[in-house]
């Protein structure tokens, strides 16, 4: 191993291993630093990525952004407005040409709620998929074990706590089909 790459080996894990401080710095870089307006945008999505994000290099990601752990998975194209919650302690993934509007939330927790003496059990997590060319609207939320079929349109506001079939739009809380929408390129 060349000296080049044992640097690059140690820069990684000083910044992406799990342990006692390392989490609270990459927090610190990752929603303080990379979030802040100050950092323009490309170096924005560069910053991720060296922090152990898998976004393509093309991918937008606006100021506030607001992700727990490194399981984010964003294709090329797309597009993370600025408010976003990214609840990630399992992998979130995003498709090409991906638009999501601020604020959306993307919650991979829950709770067992089997004991009737305490609701909020023991914590279980579940994926959450957005297929390419789908659209989140602006303060979606979508909880764990979701996954959002290619080119579905859920709306601002909306609550999907069930699989969206592709090319439909969804909205309500909890979300449901309100409308098909064409499959053919129109433009």
Same mark, same amino acid.
């Given at each position: 191993?060349?000296?080049?790459?044992?640097?690059?080996?140690?820069?990684?894990?000083?910044?992406?291993?799990? /342990?006692? @401080? =390392?989490?609270?710095?990459?927090?610190?870089?990752?929603?303080?630093?990379?979030?802040?307006?100050?950092?323009? %945008?490309?170096? #924005?999505?560069?910053?991720?990525?060296m922090?152990?994000?898998?976004?393509? =290099? $093309?991918?937008?990601?606006?100021?506030?952004?607001?992700?727990?752990?490194?399981?984010?998975?964003?294709?090329?194209?797309?597009?993370?407005?600025?408010?976003?919650?990214?609840? *990630? #302690?399992?992998?979130? +993934?995003?498709?090409?040409?991906? /638009?999501?509007?601020?604020?959306?939330?993307?919650?991979?927790?829950?709770? &067992? #709620? %089997?004991n009737?003496?305490?609701?909020?059990?023991?914590?279980? $997590?579940?994926?959450?998929?957005v =297929? !390419?060319?789908?659209?989140?609207?602006?303060?979606?939320?979508?909880?764990?074990? &979701?996954?959002?079929?290619?080119?579905?349109?859920?709306?601002?506001? %909306?609550?999907? *706590? #069930? !699989?969206? +079939?592709p090319h439909?739009?969804?909205?309500?809380?909890?979300?449901?089909?309100? @409308?098909?929408?064409?499959?053919?390129?129109?433009?």
């Open positions: 191993m060349t000296a080049l790459q044992q640097a690059r080996r140690a820069w990684t894990q000083l910044w992406t291993d799990p /342990g006692e @401080k =390392r989490p609270i710095i990459w927090h610190w870089v990752v929603n303080g630093v990379l979030a802040s307006t100050c950092v323009p %945008a490309r170096l #924005r999505t560069v910053g991720y990525r922090m152990g994000l898998h976004l393509h =290099r $093309s991918v937008l990601v606006r100021p506030g952004a607001s992700i727990r752990d490194r399981h984010l998975t964003v294709g090329a194209h797309s597009t993370i407005n600025g408010k976003c919650v990214f609840d *990630n #302690r399992t992998d979130v +993934e995003v498709g090409a040409r991906v /638009g999501i509007g601020i604020g959306a939330m993307f919650i991979t927790t829950d709770h &067992v #709620r %089997a009737p003496r305490q609701r909020s059990g023991t914590g279980k $997590s579940a994926p959450i998929t =297929r !390419d060319g789908a659209s989140i609207g602006s303060g979606a939320i979508i909880l764990s074990g &979701v996954t959002i079929g290619e080119g579905a349109v859920v709306a601002a506001g %909306a609550l999907v *706590n #069930r !699989d969206c +079939e439909g739009l969804y909205a309500g809380t909890p979300a449901r089909r309100v @409308k098909d929408l064409p499959t053919d390129d129109a433009s």
